[in-house]
């Protein structure tokens, strides 16, 4: 593994906690840098495509510079530990897919976890907690990187760059949405959440 402990750092800092899916993240977003592009990525040359909305992607925007501001960051709401990096230079596309759950890798950390995240552990269980999810994150960041994830070069269509679009005022609540997600209701433009959608399905 290639982070060194000042960006280690950086990405706790960002995330605001160590935890074993944001070390998932960090294997994940260092082996994007190590096998696409030689560093942090210059504005959009490296695409990123997560699975899940997870602690894992703070650390792959951290590392990587994808985000979803800059449009290099697309996230699709499947569930699933799967990490897809292209790079736009070269057409190099990497996906990564976990391997391992992290209950897998201790068995026993499930019910500390639920105790605390419900506010019932003791001090005791808490820092049972603590010892077990460090000592999970640990064994992810020192993992085998074969092991860890199913590593494939594939072949995607690689989703266009952002573009940007021009705003129009929704006829109901009166506030601006990019046209090309608004909707057209009595010939008027609406915002998504003032549509009133029609279906007879």
């Known amino acids: 593994m290639a982070i060194n402990g000042d960006m280690l750092s950086n990405i706790i800092e960002f995330h605001g906690h160590s935890c074993p899916g944001l070390a998932i993240g960090i294997r994940a977003g260092d082996l994007a840098t190590e096998k696409l592009i030689s560093s942090r990525a210059r504005d959009e040359e490296l695409l990123a495509i997560v ?3 997870s602690c894992s992607v703070d650390a792959i925007q951290v590392i990587t510079g994808c985000t979803f501001g800059k449009g290099n960051l697309i996230f699709k709401d499947y569930g699933k530990n799967v990490y897809t990096f292209v790079n736009r230079n070269t057409g190099e596309t990497l996906r ?3 391997n391992v759950a992290i209950d897998e890798l201790d068995p026993d950390f499930a019910e500390v976890r ?4 419900a506010g019932e552990a003791n001090p005791k269980e808490e820092e049972e907690f603590e010892r077990r999810k460090d000592a999970i994150s640990d064994k992810i960041l020192g993992m085998p990187e074969n092991e860890l994830f199913k590593i494939e070069y594939v072949d995607i269509e690689t989703p266009e760059k952002a573009r940007i679009f021009g705003s129009v005022k929704c006829s109901k609540c009166g ?3 990019a046209e090309h997600r608004a909707r057209v209701e ?3 433009f609406v915002c998504i959440p003032c549509f009133d959608d029609y279906s007879r399905n």
């Open 51 to 53: 699975e899940n909305d």
């Open 96 to 98: 990564l897919s976990l």
């Open 114 to 117: 639920t105790k605390a995240f």
């Open 175 to 177: 506030e601006l949405v």
């Open 186 to 188: 009595n010939g008027e």
